[in-house]
């Protein structure tokens, strides 16, 4: 029961290491339809929010869409003060580093604020940094997955044996 | 609707969570007459009727001393813009530019602010400093007097300039001709034609996501946010209407417009800022129009005695006056 149980505590935090470049990869598919959306039709924040996350699955396309709901119905709250508020509320779900969330709130700040030329380069930059932080997660990923599930296993089985 | 259900509807739903509360408990008696609603950061919070304009308090309640009136904040503004735009000033570049919105329900809210000027142009306003809500009216059956004058009898409708000067009642009795034309008059026996709008500032049919918020009934075809005469040839190509309908003609590619659908056999009603005939004649391109009478009718607007009073129509071709305002015919207001 101790190895199993050390053995799920290591691939429990295996698992985080993998999943974080996804969610990354998933942030930057929706990011560029939403610049699709507000480049070239002028889609108004709340439902390109909700569309942009419609290309994906998961916490990160319930991260757009509640983003989107909540702009849509409590319009007069910026879409900083919704998102911070959604990233929080999902902090358990979603397995995003602290660069990649303050990117987020970043762009919260100015997302709807400026023109359509401005929104285009700005997205485009956060797209870039999103980009740069998913290669690393993606290093880290191959660094610790194995690294972690053999801890685990090896953890498990040190305190068996000093448990005998 | 009533005239409070409409603004609980359309308007109290635009304002900040505060400025909603404070003008929800206004008077009744005030919101039913309330022609606009001015913010103006670091202000008292107005509400005008007419000429007159009240302060109202924190309890909604009017005020004359000033320190008593609640006083707008600028937040209350950025709360207010934000709702209005949906968070998205890149999809309104166009309304900043000119400095208004259209809202559902075809209401108005102008703004000042900072300039952004680009290469001796207006680009944008930022730092909105002043808004000012124009509440609509609707008016029903407006258009109705001046229908069989827009009719040949045979289901054609005569080209026809509205000429009056500003806030004397085109835009409304625009909406609906446009709504009348595309719905049938029955008393009439007329059906209903296909009708094309040109909505260069959103006035005419205010639409959201490009569906028209004010009834134009069922055969009604609308570009929205569209310069007038690339909008009346795109609606003449694609849309094969057999009226095009449209505001404020002025330009030199408007007059252009205007002569290549009729040349298409595409009858136009559009409206034009002036005080009669002869002040139209003067103007440069929209005078070349009424020189060569390129239009059916004349229909000529004032704002005296009351907004939308008919001063006159006239047959242009035959050069007759069918109607006069001593007949008594107003047409809204």
């Known amino acids: 029961m101790v190895i199993g149980a050390g053995t799920g505590i290591g691939f429990a935090i295996a698992s985080r290491y993998s999943e974080r470049p996804r969610q990354i990869g998933q942030l930057i598919a929706c990011l560029t339809t939403l610049k699709s959306y507000v480049n070239y039709i002028s889609m108004p924040l709340p439902e390109a929010l909700e569309h942009s996350g419609a290309v994906v699955d998961g916490p990160v396309k319930e991260l757009f869409e509640r983003t989107g709901k909540l702009l849509a119905s409590d319009g007069w709250l910026s879409p900083r003060q919704v998102l911070a508020g959604v990233l929080e509320e999902m902090a358990e779900k979603l397995v995003l580093g602290l660069p990649e969330r303050e990117i987020l709130l970043q762009l919260g700040a100015n997302l709807g604020t400026t023109n359509r030329d401005e929104q285009q380069k700005y997205l485009a930059m956060v797209i870039a940094g999103l980009e740069k932080i998913e290669q690393e997660s993606r290093h880290a990923r191959d660094l610790n997955v194995k690294m972690f599930r053999y801890l685990g296993i090896c953890a498990g089985l040190a305190l068996t044996i000093l448990l005998v | ?272 800022h002036g005080r009669d005939v002869e002040d139209i004649k003067e103007r440069p391109f929209i005078g070349e129009l009424v020189r060569h009478k390129f239009f059916d009718r004349y229909i000529v607007l004032s704002s005296s005695p009351t907004i939308g009073t008919v001063e006159m129509i006239i047959a242009v071709k035959q050069d007759a006056l069918l109607l006069k305002r001593s007949d008594g015919v107003r047409e809204c207001g």
């Open chain 2, 1 to 272: 609707m009533n005239r409070y259900a409409i603004l609980e509807k359309t308007i109290f739903p635009l304002l900040a969570p505060i400025l909603a509360t404070i003008i929800r408990s206004a008077p009744l008696c005030m919101l039913e007459e309330a022609t606009e609603l001015r913010l103006r950061a670091g202000q008292p919070l107005m509400l005008q009727i007419g000429d007159k304009d009240y302060l109202l308090g924190s309890d909604g309640r009017p005020v004359t001393d000033l320190k008593a009136a609640y006083v707008c904040t600028r937040e209350d503004l950025v709360q207010t813009l934000q709702i209005v735009s949906r968070n998205s000033l890149y999809a309104f570049e166009q309304e900043l530019r000119l400095g208004f919105f259209t809202v559902p329900g075809g209401h108005r809210i102008g703004l000042t602010g900072q300039a952004i000027m680009n290469d001796g142009e207006l680009k944008a306003l930022k730092n909105i400093g002043t808004m000012n809500i124009r509440l609509a009216r609707a008016i029903p059956e407006v258009a109705a007097p001046v229908m069989p004058y827009l009719l040949t009898g045979s289901g054609r409708v005569f080209s026809t300039l509205l000429i009056g000067p500003p806030r004397s009642g085109k835009t409304t009795l625009l909406r609906d001709i446009v709504r009348q034309l595309s719905s049938g008059v029955p008393r009439l026996n007329f059906s209903g034609v296909q009708v094309g709008v040109v909505d260069e500032r959103s006035e005419i049919a205010a639409c959201r996501d490009g569906i028209p918020t004010a009834d134009l009934g069922p055969r009604a075809d609308v570009l929205d946010g569209c310069p007038k005469a690339t909008g009346m040839l795109m609606l003449i190509r694609s849309m094969a209407p057999q009226v095009v309908i449209t505001d404020e003609l002025g330009r030199q590619e408007d007059a252009a417009a205007v002569q290549e659908a009729l040349h298409a056999g595409v009858s136009v009603i559009a409206s034009v």
